[in-house]
């Protein structure tokens, strides 16, 4: 895959699980298990080549020059440590601030991530704390070193649609005094339609269309996107079957990169599966990009009834 982050950017990386977006996300932290994978290719920051570092080499650039918005911020704040404490932490590795400083720092960030009464949360557990307060105080580390590029990881899953908001909002602001790029990884569509600027669309590992956000929207190519958009409940269908994606995302000793694997999942598609087709994107309209020649053909199983009807 290939994809380039502008500061002052949102781009919404899509996808069902297991498409392969939050592994995109570790790669660029170079928080995976070198034991068990392996990255490939190149990966720039500011043209500094990010593949290939390792230790200290890396610990300069995480949370300094790249901030990360973790899924579960349960399970990636420390449970034995207070909240003010691990936001102080995350500063003292890269000691751009005095100690004096970083406690003053740390009461700032938590006011400016919404939270009331810093002192007192600063000295508090994080189980002691809401779903939506852990998932600000995340984002308290993830800025606090004032990074250029901000990766947030599926970070309104299991909040409630008013705390999403609160928590979608609070990412922007942040963004746009910094004028820092994000990365935000979702399978929520509407989430990606009310904060992205350019869209991703994730499949088996690769990217299958790439866009501005209206363009996608309004204006989907591949089956993929166009399946995951007819996929999304609407009011004004409700006496219409919602329409679910058949089959399932295949795992990774079955993905052949150099085919549109999710033609395997379209019933009347399938031998088209097997064509080796061109790993780059075709642009199709001024900067909106589709992979592969699938999307000319495709059309849904009510779409091809009219077809023949008519």
């Known amino acids: 895959m290939s994809l380039d982050v502008h500061r002052g950017e949102v781009l919404a990386i899509v996808g069902e699980s297991g498409s392969g977006k939050s592994t995109f996300a570790t790669a660029i932290m170079a928080l995976h298990n070198p034991k068990q994978t392996k990255i490939t290719g190149s990966i720039k920051l500011e043209g500094e080549e990010i593949v290939g570092k390792v230790g200290d080499q890396m610990a300069t650039i995480r949370g300094k020059k790249v901030g990360m918005i973790f899924q579960d911020p349960l399970a990636a704040l420390n449970p034995l440590m207070k909240i003010g404490f691990q936001i102080v932490e995350a500063m003292a590795v890269h000691a751009i601030y005095s100690e004096r400083q970083q406690n003053a720092r740390m009461l700032q960030l938590l006011n400016q991530v919404g939270i009331a009464n810093p002192e007192r949360i600063a000295n508090q557990f994080p189980h002691q704390l809401s779903g939506g307060m852990r998932q600000r105080v995340m984002i308290a580390i993830a ?122 999942r379209v019933p009347w598609m399938k031998n088209q599966a097997q064509t080796v087709i061109s790993e780059a994107l075709a642009e199709v309209s001024p900067l909106h990009y589709v992979r592969g020649e699938a999307w000319r053909r495709f059309k849904f199983p009510d779409q091809k009834k009219e077809a023949a009807h008519d």
């Open 143 to 264: 800025i606090a070193n004032n990074p250029d590029l901000i990766i947030a990881d599926e970070p309104t899953t299991a909040l409630d649609v008013t705390i999403q908001a609160q928590i979608l909002d609070l990412i922007l602001e942040v963004q746009k005094k910094k004028n820092a790029g994000v990365i935000i990884i979702t399978h929520d569509l509407g989430v990606v339609a009310e904060i992205a600027d350019t869209v991703v669309v994730m499949y088996a590992g690769q990217v299958v269309e790439q866009g501005p956000v209206s363009e996608i929207f309004n204006n989907p190519k591949h089956p993929y996107t166009r399946s995951l958009l007819r996929s999304i409940p609407s009011a004004d269908t409700v006496s219409d079957e919602l329409y679910v994606i058949p089959g399932k995302v295949p795992s990774l000793n079955q993905m052949e990169h150099d085919k549109d694997l999710f033609l395997l």
